[in-house]
């Protein structure tokens, strides 16, 4: 029990650096004055080296290999917690410091390059830099592939969704590629009969739409006492444990965006605010990677907060915050603004029903790219014919088409496929909680949320990493991971009305 | 070499460590919502011990012993980097464990209850927590003077002021026990002849006062692509190397506090900014202790922001940022309000002619508490006794006597003496500056302090921690630190008109 206990409080001083970290983040992207950007970087780069430092030590090795051998004493949650370190130190020493070193350079000259290169069009100038990040990936993918024993992408995937094996993405992703097309344009045709949207006219000042964010998180239950709401480039939610905060970003003629934003880093939030309390600072207190991560903000934005029921307790507060009234603030407009589908270019800005389709093209794109199937230079027409193929438009250019995403120049692998991952364990996860509690739906409608984090935080929230991803979806849900419920869900939202 | 490079990078992660706490603390004290304290003291009391674990490592001893036998190749600033490591090592491995947590503990306790006993005026119920700290910190010193071979209260004073000696500071402080007391009655004297001070009315928005706190800190130079102006409860000047933020707080009816607040506080975020860039992270890099870094901020509040040149240049920016007309806002009358002196109670509110008596009763107060000469329930008489013998007025409760400051309970020992000694080496700085370069002054009276940082920057700023304080301030003066400058200085200010 020693060793165990010595692991414990080894973790617990690598989960400060990682609150710390936290911490650090969200004050750059909110209020660090853009002067002090060497120096941060400086800063959290030697913060990185310690926290790999202490994660590699050859004293962790030993601890690991101790416990592993008089470990029979520990409860299911400290085994569970072994299992995640382990998993922690074997992605930290399966690369050399070298690797590490040389991938953190690339990214960060491939990013810069990026900023520019997408402003003025350029994939040109971006290639080479993204060779380099290919050449390093396949690199890193190959090393820990091998030393795993998993497929090169599996190895990547890994670090974002454990355990989760190509196979079984291919399938749920396969499925999605036959059915999402052909329904699309049955959408698309049922939604051509309606008439136009009304846009809720503006200018929406930024106080207001902050007051309107900060309500409805109040509604849906974010604990102000202990988070904040502010302004970022990029929405996000960060902050530390026991201090949640949120960004959004507001547009002043289009609200709509905005509050679904706060509502989708809310979910994110209340998750991680959720884990379990008594195993704050261990491994297998953590969030339980992306995908569960992204079913948790896509549970609220997409399968709670645009139901019937809740637009219809929305709207009321919407027209108060922001001062409307007319046609345009009403919630069948309201309904209709945030059910609304299109062929659009931009990932970030795709409904629910196309956005699977943006993550699939990225998904076989950047298989393609690590298993070297795929040239650098041709990646601009590979993307759009991919993209004619799959959503049906074509990208005038490369800024709005493979250059959209910081993900590839900043070395971000196997990350996409969460997306569409969380997307199907949302619709999962609801179906489950609706039919364990047919109170749900009708509480939503009064605004209250307590019914559906009754179901949540026993079921996923409170489980931390006690399960794998798969096994926590079929503990909570009765099944395994299927595109089942997501094509219900989007037939019933989509076509029924 | 080796071991001289370990060290290096061994220290860069440490200071790294700092810089993180340095915005995790401007960030509780100026933002984190007010439920995130508990989470909050558990992650920095977990950075703490890791920092300490890294400063008292067996490789650092084995490094710091190993550097020491092949050091003959350093060069003048590596030889004082490794001197200010030993330093840091020193004070660190000089205590057990089991002491820094029992410290940690009672001054946690001591603290809270300082708190509600002074809103109580309850001198009874903090003096057993006084007890606990008191024995303590006696523990502490006699290790710590054990093992440094120097008195119990220079052990303590030296975490401050590294290397100052009780005996130097007893001269110093007792030829200003002499002069003060009838020095302040003269001014008294002749103050009682002025007519009365005009008060420019209020209120004065937080916002004007904020723009013309923004404004003076442009004039002086302070950096805002790399630092902020915020507020906080106290005002401090935090952050972190290259990221320099300093803080305030606004009284609705009198802007005069804030302003030199904000400029004091400017100070010392301009001697942080100016300490030696190729030393950054390194101990050598550091500031040079409490008493230069006091002398930083004194140096510009008290020392060149209050000559009748920077008020007559400040007064027409007042005006306009705070929209103020009338004699109350004529320079000559703020010149006055900067000149006040009174017999008055708190040390935080004291002119510089009454402060060093302020500091002197809490220095002999505290000796006498670390020698055992004083019992704690005595305290509170023995305050009153000396403020009435070196201020002459006489405490009206503890709230406004004894129990006035934080220090003690907090377990700061040995910190109030550098309040006065920085006083000290500020005007005799100041003096020199101006003999230096005669154009100090009249540049101070259009609002350009480029020729006295000019000075500032190679005699102080940019030696860093290079050598000890009383060696910087003799290098810099071409005299040991003394009262002359100071008494000089005051008798000047405050006799002369």
Redesign the interface.
């Known amino acids: 029990m020693k060793a165990y206990q010595e692991l414990e409080a080894r973790h617990?001083?690598l989960?400060?650096?990682g609150?710390?970290?936290g911490?650090?983040n969200w004050?750059q992207a909110t209020?660090?004055?853009?002067?002090?950007a060497?120096?941060?970087a400086?800063?959290v780069a030697?913060?990185d080296?310690?926290a790999h430092e202490m994660t590699t030590s050859s004293e962790m090795a030993d601890l690991l290999a101790e416990v592993q051998s008089d470990g029979t004493n520990l409860s299911e949650w400290q085994h569970a917690n072994v299992r995640e370190m382990n998993h922690m130190f074997k992605h930290a020493t399966a690369i050399t410091a070298d690797l590490v070193k040389r991938s953190a350079l690339a990214e960060s000259d491939a990013e810069m390059t990026w900023r520019e290169a997408r402003k003025n069009n350029d994939f040109k100038s971006l290639a080479p830099k993204l060779d380099v990040i290919f050449e390093i990936k396949r690199e890193e993918a190959a090393v820990k592939a091998e030393a795993f024993g998993v497929s090169p992408y599996e190895a990547l995937l890994d670090q974002f969704d454990p355990g989760r094996m190509e196979h079984s993405v291919d399938v749920l992703f396969d499925d999605l590629a036959d059915f999402l097309p052909g329904f699309l344009q049955q959408v698309l045709d049922q939604q051509a009969g309606n008439p136009d949207l009304l846009i809720p006219p503006g200018p929406h000042a930024e106080e207001d739409q902050f007051k309107l964010g900060k309500r409805v998180m109040e509604v849906i239950g974010f604990?102000?006492?202990?988070?904040?709401l502010d302004v970022s480039h990029h929405p996000f939610s960060g902050g530390?444990?026991?201090?949640r905060r949120i960004t959004t970003r507001y547009d002043k003629d289009d609200f709509t965006k905005s509050l679904m934003a706060v509502i989708h880093e809310t979910g994110h939030a209340l998750y991680q605010d959720g884990l379990p309390d008594e195993w704050r600072?261990q491994p297998v207190g953590n969030h339980r990677g992306m995908t569960i991560h992204e079913s948790q903000s896509l549970l609220l934005e997409m399968q709670a907060a645009r139901t019937d029921e809740f637009i219809r307790c929305l709207s009321p507060i919407v027209r108060e915050e922001l001062k409307g009234s007319g046609p345009a603030w009403e919630e069948d407009n309201l309904i209709k603004i945030y059910r609304k589908v299109e062929r659009g270019l931009i990932r970030v800005d795709a409904d629910e029903v196309t956005y699977p389709l943006h993550v699939l093209l990225r998904y076989r794109l950047e298989k393609a790219i690590l298993s070297g199937d795929i040239k650098t230079m041709d990646l601009s027409g590979a993307w759009n014919d991919m993209m004619e193929q799959l959503i049906g438009i074509r990208p005038p250019d490369d800024a709005d088409g493979v250059m959209q995403d910081v993900h590839w120049p900043a070395g971000i692998f196997g990350y996409f496929p969460t997306y569409s991952l969380g997307a199907l364990t949302a619709a999962q996860l609801f179906q489950s909680a609706k039919k364990a509690d047919p109170g749900i739906l009708p509480a939503l409608g009064e605004g209250d949320f307590s019914p559906l984090f009754a179901w949540l935080n026993p079921n996923i929230r409170e489980k931390g990493c006690l399960h794998s991803p798969d096994e926590l979806i079929e503990k909570a849900t009765g099944e395994p991971l299927s595109t089942d419920a997501f094509k219900t869900h989007v037939k019933a939202r989509y076509l029924a009305s």
Chains 1, 2 share one sequence.
């Open positions: 617990r001083r989960s400060a650096l609150n710390a970290a911490i650090l004050d209020i660090m004055p853009s002067g002090s060497p120096a941060r400086e800063l030697e913060l080296v310690l604990p102000f006492e202990r988070g904040r530390a444990d026991g201090d600072g």
